[in-house]
């Protein structure tokens, strides 16, 4: 079972305009709603690739009970808290000549919602997976990855994290079975400058140093490295396509991985699957059908690196 925790999940609105004019009244040409938050988008995936999964995290209010329906149709099972107060946030994505984002806040979570979502987490058990991924919202301990981590230590569970900065430099001395992040966030939590695959390279080895166990960095259009726990270094080219969408492509690929892994315990076929799915949400309007993916993935070759004197 693959676990996700969403801490801060949405409806995302979207609203296209043909051309989107400040100071005037502008009219939608069509709208969509979708489940948001990473973790979710995870969930959603997996599922499509036939993995469960169990979305966990926090709800409130009537956009809350509507975030409920949305995962009901999407198939995904869930054991989101619900808060006292406070609503699930909406976030607003205006798509015109521009591309214009405007996130709510959400709930403010509580101690006790905290500890209600600990009882959560210590119930799962050897050999299921959990993704923590995303930010912490302002009403939470900035340690609480680090925390579940730790709750999790001395169970056979794999620990995937996509964050940004410190909060995924301050999980990697409990050795996460994964790390995810593109090769600007990588950049930023070594506060070093990136101008050649060789320094994505280093920087992703130094993060295994560090603690790591695989690293997976997406590089967009330059395509995707991963570096295993075995000692080796994978490369792939991004597959060709117009990209239309840059919400949830990363979390496809963490999916698109982990779920090929769980099958196959198999590192090029688990980066493969990662590639294609990540690729395919981004040509997409929103999160990639499992046949957009398969297209992409008999398209992709996986080039193995030789160590430098070796």
Do not use: C
Request: aromatic residues 8%; charged residues 25%.
């Amino acid at each position: 079972m693959i676990y996700t925790v969403s801490f801060n999940p949405s409806i995302d609105y979207i609203m296209f305009v043909d051309d989107l004019v400040q100071d005037k009244v502008n009219r939608t040409v069509r709208e969509s709603y979708y489940p948001g938050g990473k973790g979710i988008n995870v969930s959603i995936v997996s599922e499509r690739l036939g993995i469960d999964s169990v979305a966990l995290g926090y709800i409130a209010g009537f956009t809350g009970h509507t975030l409920l329906d949305m995962l009901e149709s999407y198939k995904v099972q869930n054991d989101m808290i619900r808060l006292d107060n406070g609503n699930t946030r909406i976030n607003v994505k205006v798509k015109s000549m521009k591309e214009t984002d405007i996130n709510g806040q959400g709930p403010n979570i509580s101690k006790d919602a905290v500890e209600a979502l600990y009882k959560k987490i210590d119930q799962i058990g050897d050999g299921d997976s959990i993704v923590l991924a995303g930010a912490i919202p302002s009403t939470m301990n900035d340690e609480i990855y680090e925390t579940i981590m730790n709750r999790l230590h001395d169970k056979d569970v794999r620990i995937i994290v996509d964050a940004e900065k410190d909060l995924l430099l301050n999980v990697l001395k409990l050795n996460p079975w994964l790390i995810k992040p593109n090769n600007h966030e990588l950049a930023d939590m070594f506060g070093e400058e990136i101008n050649s695959l060789d320094d994505i390279i280093r920087l992703a080895k130094k993060a295994q140093t560090l603690g790591a166990r695989n690293v997976l960095v997406s590089m967009a259009g330059d395509g995707a490295l991963l570096l295993t726990q075995t000692g080796d270094t994978y490369y792939s080219e991004s597959p060709k396509g117009q990209v239309v969408n840059s919400v949830g492509a990363g979390d496809s690929m963490v999916a698109g991985f982990l779920t090929t892994y769980i099958k196959t315990s198999d590192y090029v076929e688990s980066f493969k699957k990662g590639i294609a799915a990540g690729s395919a949400t981004a040509f997409t309007e929103w999160l990639a059908s499992p046949e957009d993916i398969e297209k992409l993935y008999n398209k992709l070759e996986i080039q193995k690196l030789h160590k430098k004197g070796g």
